[in-house]
Nanobody
Framework: QVQLVESGGGLVQAGGSARLSCAIS????????MAWFRQAPGKDRDFVAA????????VYADSVKGRFTISLDNSRKMVYLQMNALKPEDTAKYYC?????????????????WGQGTQVTVSS
């Protein structure tokens, strides 16, 4: 089990950028797949991006591909989501997630541990 704490949300104008951070604590986190999901009011929690801590390519939702970048900092035990060219439809609460043995990173239930989330609001 790992503990996750997100930060970096806030109010951003359309076309702007923001970077979300997720601090990780716990044992053996290097074995995990890390992901970001988001949930808008009244909607399901949707996949945004994922990456394996041990290396390998990242995976993105089509809606954010080319605009968002997920990355890791092993020495600081941090996961980041760099968001560029933000749109009002990106407005949501963003959650950091961690999972072991994640075969399909887009699936919500593949992840074992979740942060409390951080709100991102994009104004038009």
């Amino acid at each position: 089990q790992v503990q996750l704490v997100e930060s970096g949300g806030g109010l951003v104008q359309a076309g702007g950028s923001a970077r979300l951070s997720c601090a990780i604590s716990g044992r053996a986190f290097s074995m995990y797949t890390m992901a970001w999901f988001r949930q808008a009011p009244g909607k399901d929690r949707d996949f945004v991006a994922a990456i394996k801590w041990s290396g390998g390519s990242s995976v993105y939702a089509d809606s954010v591909k080319g605009r968002f970048t997920i990355s890791l900092d092993n020495s600081r035990k941090m996961v980041y989501l760099q968001m560029n060219a933000l749109k009002p439809e990106d407005t949501a609460k963003y959650y950091c997630a961690a999972g072991l043995k994640v075969a399909r990173p887009q699936l919500l239930f593949a992840y074992d541990d979740w942060g409390q989330g951080t709100q991102v609001t994009v104004s038009s």
